[in-house]
């Protein structure tokens, strides 16, 4: 069975940075592509972040395109994703996810397991 557990959120300024880590294990890591969501009070979970399963390809969402990084290491079993210049607006609850699809995917339903979130608070 695969596990995910995110680490890293906390509570930062506006235009800071923070880096959020996602360990994986009970599976082959380099049999899935991984996504980053988040979800805000009131709101459904949107796609942040995706990398492909070798890591050459990479997905954002446009909110957060120029700012936020996501890559992996198949070594360490673990994908970060460096989040720059934050805003207010990026206050959300962050989710690991892992998925067995070939191809990336920026659908949350599509993603098979997924990691107990890590809160990240922006504040202006």
């Known amino acids: 069975q695969v596990q995910l557990v995110e680490s890293g959120g906390g509570l930062v300024q506006a235009g800071g940075s923070l880096r959020l880590s996602c360990v994986f294990s009970?599976?082959?890591?380099?049999?899935?592509?991984m996504g980053w969501f988040r979800q805000a009070p009131g709101n459904e979970r949107e796609f942040v972040a995706a990398i492909s399963r070798g890591g050459s390809n990479t997905y954002y969402a446009d909110s957060v395109k120029g700012r936020f990084t996501i890559s992996r290491d198949n070594a360490k079993n673990t994908v970060d994703l460096q989040m720059n210049s934050l805003k207010p607006e990026d206050t959300a609850v962050y989710y690991c996810?892992?998925?067995?699809?070939?191809?990336?995917?920026?659908?949350?339903?599509?993603?098979?397991?997924w990691g107990q979130g890590t809160q990240v608070t922006v504040s202006s």
């Open positions: 996810a892992a998925d067995s699809a070939v191809f990336v995917q920026t659908a949350p339903g599509v993603y098979d397991y």
């Open positions: 009970g599976r082959t890591f380099s049999n899935y592509g």
